[in-house]
């Protein structure tokens, strides 16, 4: 571990110098912080990961992901592939001793997210779940006026949320995520993120019930013209109650085309609140807008200025996990944190199936 002059040296796992979500979003974000230094990058491809070391000016590369997480040369290992290679890169990196990054979700299903929060316990190193919806600084807004109680008591919280992932057609490189072992799907991606920062803005929730629908049930394989039938839904239909008493409904829509808006309304006893934006890697890629009676509301200055787009809100988190390591604090959303999520997905996936409502102590906070 560097001294507390010297930047965290990070190392990521999954990584494309032409495109993805490692390219344009964690690479800026990780440059645009002093307290980080992007050390190494890993795929499983010599001829990519030289290309990715040559592209963003890295000192380090692996053609082994699991050789990068030991190495002495990383500090913190930003694990950025599909999600059924999650399980096997996080724990190699926590037996290491280093801080971990993952994005959402954590594992396939929730054995696997007990199973790396559990090894992050014992490792004490710090952990953060890609849920970086809530670093927004619009979010960060809305969160201080709900609880300061500038629009009253919570009555009612409308959010809908929408993706052109999840249509007719996709590329055969996109295939995992029509496959339900897979763990990654519109209720658990898109909903995950929306459910966090409702979550985030107005508490825990005390019970769900949902609906689940298959909207696209034939689809194309764009790249090999092959067709297949779906069977992970493609909408999803949640109604909830907040711990506060609030009243909530979440929509999930796939397969829709730009401009992918997004509204997170609420209704209090004496005003409401906007949440509004729009970006095709989903809200939690972008700047988010708020609105307090109809009016633009002005919100926080960015933690880190200058990132936009799909960085911007990475950025915010990045610097919040540098300080928690930097302070020994537990400020960010972490493995922890993934599981009480999952544990709250996995009621909504039952109540969808079995047309029951769900009530439980024990999900995210």
């Not at 694990?79 to 926590?94: F, G, T, Y």
């Not at 700047?287 to 009016?295: H, P």
Request: hydrophobic share 40%; charged share 15%.
């Amino acid at each position: 571990m560097p001294s507390t002059s010297q930047p965290l040296r990070v190392g990521i796992v999954g990584i494309n110098p032409n495109k993805g979500w490692g390219r344009y979003s964690h690479v800026p974000a990780i440059q645009s912080l002093p307290d980080l230094k992007l050390a190494a990058v890993a795929t499983r491809n010599e001829t990519s990961a030289r290309a990715a070391a040559e592209s963003f000016a890295v000192p380090h590369w692996f053609a082994d992901p699991l050789a990068m997480v030991r190495s002495d040369a990383v500090d913190l290992v930003c694990v950025s592939v599909n999600v059924p290679a999650h399980r096997a890169i996080v724990l190699a990196a926590l037996a290491a001793g280093k801080h971990v990054y993952s994005e959402w979700p954590l594992g396939r299903n929730l054995d696997e997210s007990q199973e790396m929060a559990a090894a992050a316990a014992r490792a004490g190193v710090h952990t953060a779940i890609g849920l970086q919806g809530r670093a927004n600084p619009a979010s960060r807004r809305a969160r201080e006026l709900v609880a300061q109680g500038a629009i009253g008591h919570p009555l009612a919280v409308r959010v809908v949320a929408t993706t052109v992932g999840f249509g007719q057609e996709f590329p055969s490189g996109y295939a995992y995520f029509e496959d339900p072992g897979s763990g990654a799907n519109l209720s658990t991606i898109n909903g995950g993120h929306a459910l966090d920062l409702m979550i985030f803005v107005l508490g825990a929730f005390s019970e769900v019930q949902a609906m689940t629908s298959i909207q696209f049930p034939t689809l194309c394989v764009t790249d090999t013209n092959e067709s297949m039938k779906r069977i992970v839904p493609d909408h999803l239909l949640m109604l909830g109650r907040h711990a506060n008493g609030c009243p909530a409904s979440l929509e999930v829509i796939g397969g829709q085309p730009s401009p992918w808006p997004f509204s997170f309304e609420i209704t209090g006893s004496a005003g409401r609140l906007a949440l509004l934006g729009g970006d095709p890697h989903g809200y939690q890629a972008g700047l988010l807008r708020l609105e307090r009676n109809g009016q633009s509301d002005p919100i926080p200055e960015q933690v880190v200025p200058g990132p936009t787009g799909p960085p911007v809100n990475l950025s915010e988190l990045y610097a919040q996990l540098a300080r928690d390591i930097r302070e020994d604090k537990r400020t960010v959303p972490d493995f922890a944190h993934a599981v009480r999520m999952t544990r709250l997905l996995d009621a909504i996936s039952h109540a969808a199936t079995t047309g029951t409502r769900q009530s439980s102590g024990d999900w995210a906070s």
